[in-house]
């Protein structure tokens, strides 16, 4: 068992979808998973794990931003043994092509955190990125399924709200949408030598401002949830 994780050895999986928000870690295993078996409620982070299509899989919340996912990935690791890790997750579209209830999938992840700086220290730009057999994996599952699909930058923000920051120059140098974790997963799963990758839902747009009603992000949600359990069940 693990500081922040209340799990026994054996309750994960060796993949593991990741949402940042713990409910919906608990709509994805209530509604796509069977044998389903809740195996941490620590601090109301759940996590759960079940089968899907006869092949194992767990969904632990993560928690906002790239501090809180760094505590629930690195332990999942350390202590659990987990080989692969997928974030479920929204995302703003920062171009005016992005739309609304596309799936986007995270080649590699720009951001303002200093969590690259201080594991590399001064003078290297570490570049984050996915792992590329899991994002190929992932495109062609969204392709097979007729879900709309992006790929591309993403912008790790450190701050939700930050006016300071040129969102455009970001979008005009191909980042192509923000959220607030996606640098801290890659960064942890290049450490560890695990795969790992970003699965997201455009709900709104920054540059449009258009977003997402219940019914759209209903559905959109939906669709994002089942590239990810076909992407982590594919080998």
Request: with cysteine; charged share 20%; glycine share 10%.
């Amino acid at each position: 068992m693990s500081t922040h994780i209340g799990a026994k050895n054996g309750e994960i999986a060796e993949t593991v979808l990741f949402p940042g928000d713990p409910l919906r870690a608990k709509f994805i295993a209530e509604n796509f998973l069977e044998d389903v078996v809740q195996y941490s409620s620590v601090r109301n982070m759940f996590g759960f794990t079940g089968t899907y299509k006869g092949h194992r899989i767990s969904v632990q919340g993560s928690g906002m931003g790239i501090p809180s996912l760094s505590i629930y990935a690195t332990e999942l690791i350390k202590f659990y043994g987990v080989k692969t890790i997928i974030r479920v997750g929204t995302a703003g579209g920062m171009r005016e092509d992005v739309k609304i209830g596309d799936v986007i999938l995270g080649q590699g992840s720009t951001t303002d955190s200093a969590v690259t700086a201080n594991t590399f220290g001064a003078g290297v730009h570490y570049a984050p990125i996915s792992d590329f057999e899991l994002l190929d994996r992932a495109y062609h599952v969204a392709q097979d399924m007729s879900v709309p699909v992006r790929v591309g930058n993403i912008f790790a923000a450190d701050r939700f709200y930050n006016d300071e920051l040129d969102m455009k120059k970001l979008a005009d140098y191909g980042c192509v949408a923000t959220e607030m974790e996606s640098a801290g997963l890659f960064l942890i799963g290049a450490k560890y030598n695990i795969k790992t990758l970003s699965i997201l839902t455009c709900s709104d747009n920054l540059v449009t401002g258009e977003s997402a009603s219940s019914k759209e992000r209903e559905q959109s949600f939906t669709d994002m949830m089942k590239v990810s359990l076909e992407t982590g069940i594919r080998g």
